[in-house]
C-alpha cells in the first residue's frame, strides 16, 4: 500500500481536497482508515492555535457578561471566537462540550444528531440538523469530529473539535448542506490566580477553566445579511451553558460523574 502524504495544517488538507478539479463546492474532508489520526492531529492542533491567536487580524466584535468575542474576517470566510471562564474544573467542561447535551439545552437551532461512522473512540463522523429561520431551508452538516485530552505534550489543553466531511449520507429532504471549515471548544485549566497549570497536579487541582469556542462557517445558499451576521452572537452559548448548569444541580452531577470516571494521562 502507498504510503499517506501526511499534511500539517488545515489549509493544506482543504488546499488538497480543493485540488481534484471539480468545480462542484468542497463538501468536506475526505477521512478514511487510513488517514483519521493524521487529519485529527491536524485539526486539533489547528484548533489550538486559532485559539491562542492574538492582535490583527483579529478584531474584537462585543463582550457581553464576561464573555468575549473576536473575529477574524481577513479570509474568505471570517472565523469567530468566544472566550469565557467557566468556575468549575476543566475536566468537567470537556465532558459538557463533547456531548450534544449541551446543544439540546443551549441552542434553539439544534435540531438533532446522528452518527454515521466510528473510526476510533475519540474520532467519528455525524450529521447534524439545525433550524433556519423560515422562509430559509434548514441546514445539515456531515463533520469529522475529534478530541484530545490534557497532557504535557499539549500544554495542558482539552479540545473538542469538528470540520465538515465528505461523506454519502443522503441530505435530507428540505435542507441544506452548509460548510464548516472548523469549529469545536478549546478549555485551558486555571490555577486559583488565573494563570494556566502547568503540570499533572496544577491540572488536577484545577477548578475553573478559560474556554474558546471558535466556529467557520459557510451556510451555502442565500442567506440574509442579518441571519449571517448572527454567528458573532452564537459565541455567546458560553453564557448559556453556564446559566443551564448553575441552574440545574443534576446536570452538573451528572458530568462531575463523567469526569471522575475518565483516565486521564500522568504528564
Not at 97 to 109: T, Y
Request: hydrophobic share 40%.
Amino acid at each position: 500500500m502507498a504510503a499517506v502524504r501526511k499534511v500539517a495544517t488545515l489549509d493544506e488538507l482543504y488546499a488538497s481536497e480543493e485540488s481534484t478539479g471539480s468545480d462542484a463546492p468542497l463538501e468536506g474532508l475526505t477521512i478514511t482508515d487510513t488517514n483519521y489520526e493524521w487529519v485529527a492531529d491536524a485539526l486539533l492542533d489547528d484548533l489550538s492555535q486559532v485559539a491562542a491567536a492574538e492582535g490583527p487580524p483579529w478584531e474584537s466584535i462585543k463582550t457581553k457578561n464576561g464573555c468575549s468575542v473576536t473575529q477574524d474576517k481577513s479570509g474568505e470566510l471570517a472565523i469567530t471566537r468566544g472566550k469565557f471562564i467557566f468556575r468549575r474544573s476543566a475536566r468537567i467542561m470537556f465532558q459538557v462540550f463533547r456531548s450534544n447535551l449541551h446543544l439540546k439545552a443551549c441552542d434553539s437551532r439544534f435540531k438533532s444528531a446522528e452518527l454515521l461512522e466510528t473510526f476510533s473512540p475519540t474520532c467519528s463522523i455525524s450529521q447534524m440538523l439545525y433550524k433556519f429561520p423560515m422562509p430559509l431551508k434548514d441546514r445539515a452538516m456531515v463533520t469529522f469530529d475529534t478530541e484530545r485530552m490534557a497532557c504535557a505534550d499539549n500544554d495542558w489543553e482539552y479540545i473538542v473539535c469538528s470540520s465538515s466531511a465528505a461523506h454519502p449520507a443522503p441530505l435530507p429532504r428540505k435542507h441544506v448542506r452548509l460548510f464548516l471549515q472548523r469549529s469545536g471548544y478549546v478549555i485551558v485549566p486555571l490555577n486559583a490566580d488565573g494563570s494556566r497549570v502547568t503540570s499533572a497536579a496544577e491540572e488536577a487541582a484545577s477548578s475553573a477553566c478559560l474556554v474558546t469556542w471558535i466556529a467557520q462557517v459557510d451556510p451555502r445558499g442565500k442567506v440574509p445579511k442579518k441571519v449571517s451576521n448572527m454567528q458573532s452572537s452564537a459565541a455567546f452559548i458560553l453564557l448559556d451553558v453556564r446559566d443551564w448548569m448553575n441552574r440545574d444541580p443534576k446536570v452538573v452531577a451528572h458530568y462531575q460523574g463523567l469526569a471522575a470516571e475518565a483516565s486521564y494521562p500522568d504528564g
